[in-house]
């Protein structure tokens, strides 16, 4: 990265028209790229009943799904740190494109299994923390609007692709939906990407308009750590919902039109949460914020244990959207408040990798559990308690930030 001094930073590009332009287009990129955490759930019930296995297992392709994108993020993220973003970002996107391909021509469970988390997990995995990281260099000013806004297009994915792929799968079936999506994200993609070759100026420290690295009582490992655990906890709880909702209204009689409708409230739901909490934390910081959505989405869940008619799950999954949206930009925040802008892209990666491995976990999970119970309420609770392990090492975070400033005072 091109090293800039003073006020020279606006004139490359960090806080400038330019700066917003390529947040435009990775907020385009990331929409279209978050196809791949998204289409596996949409498509779970057809590929369980054409493989016929139970929940548990139909439930593996989303986990591998994660584990890939987990693993990409950490990837990515040490390369962009590297050579920049839009050279590890292109090799992903044909990644994606060749895993919504094979997995199209896939004749068991364990072969959908492998495309989704060897190709489509880590080819989508750049339109995330990669992405993220990446446009957090650009912002000073505006980096809590900035990491918001690129990541609200993971979640304006889940709102756009889950109304787009059930009635496609109803007219040609889900093989063709996945040919389809993958022609989609060839011809979209690589032009975009190639829009975002222009490396990232660094603010020199100390500089004017630089964000100096706040002060915290805890070793960089240290913290790392904790939002590890954070991350982990927060998205096992958040996957219950999120993975299972067309499931859960299959289960109820609604239907799987309904459940996904349901996602895509939720994620449009969670767009404006993420928007929203960018400027909260560009006013409170990342770790108050992060405490406020992780506070409201454990109680969100309490909401879907005594309410399961079809217009309190509509409800609730608007709640649920608009309390969970803004937690895992955050952690990138956190990171950037307090640890080098040099690390940002290995640093989030690992950060949004405990975050994914949590879905994956919780979406595997809340299946094992609905085999065991035949009921969804046990899967419930369990994510509760998962949400309040994350509470808890926000908390810690939250004080020893908190003591620091008060030493430095």
């Known amino acids: 990265m091109t090293t800039v001094p003073g006020n020279a930073a606006n004139s490359a590009g960090i806080d400038s028209f330019y700066a917003w332009t390529r947040l435009g287009i990775s907020l385009l990129l990331a929409t279209i790229g978050g196809v791949g955490m998204w289409a596996v759930v949409v498509v779970l019930p057809a590929v369980q009943a054409e493989f016929g296995v139970d929940r548990a297992a139909a ?21 962009i740190d590297r050579v920049g973003y839009w050279i590890p970002a292109l090799g992903s996107s044909m990644a994606l494109v060749a895993g919504f391909a094979l997995a199209s021509l896939s004749t068991s469970i364990l072969q959908f ?55 496609l799968m109803k007219a040609e079936g889900w093989r063709f939906t996945y040919v389809a999506i993958g022609i989609a994200c060839l011809v979209t993609m690589a032009p975009l990407v190639i829009m975002l070759r222009r490396r990232a100026p660094v603010v020199v420290a100390g500089s004017p308009g630089a964000r100096p690295v706040q002060p915290i009582s805890l070793s960089p490992a240290a913290l790392q750590a904790l939002l590890v655990i954070a991350g982990l906890g927060c998205c096992v709880a958040m996957s219950m919902p999120q993975v299972h909702i067309v499931a859960y209204c299959m289960d109820l009689g609604y239907g799987v039109a309904h459940g996904a409708d349901m996602l895509s409230i939720m994620m449009a739901a969670g767009v ?57 930009p955050c952690y990138a925040i956190i990171v950037r408040e307090y640890m080098p802008a040099k690390e940002a892209g290995q640093r989030v990666g690992i950060v949004i990798m405990a975050t994914i491995f949590g879905m994956a976990i919780g979406g595997w999970m809340s299946g094992w559990i609905y085999d065991l119970t035949g009921s ?25 930030a908190r003591r620091s400033g008060v030493v430095m005072a």
Not at 128 to 142: K, M, T, V, Y
Not at 378 to 396: E, P, S, Y
């Open 272 to 328: 404006v949460s993420r928007l929203v909490s960018g400027f909260v934390a560009d006013r409170i910081g990342g770790v108050k914020t992060l405490l406020i959505g992780s506070v409201l989405q454990c109680l969100s869940l309490f909401f879907y244990i005594p309410f399961d008619g079809l217009a309190s799950l509509y409800l609730v999954s608007l709640v649920f959207g608009l309390s969970q949206g803004g937690i895992v």
């Open 59 to 79: 439930s593996m392709p989303y986990t591998a799904t994660m584990v890939g994108f987990a693993a990409g993020n950490v990837l990515v993220g040490r390369a």
């Open 376 to 400: 969804y309420a046990a899967a419930f609770l369990n994510g509760i308690g998962w949400n309040l392990l994350n509470i808890l090492m926000m908390v810690v975070v939250f004080w020893r």
């Open 113 to 167: 299994t492998l495309a989704q988390g060897l190709l489509i997990g880590v080819g989508t995995s750049a339109i995330f923390g990669p992405l993220i990281a990446d446009i957090s260099h650009w912002f000073n000013r505006r980096r809590g609007v900035a990491v918001a806004t690129a990541a609200a297009g993971s979640y304006l994915a889940g709102t756009v692709w889950p109304a787009i792929i059930p009635p």
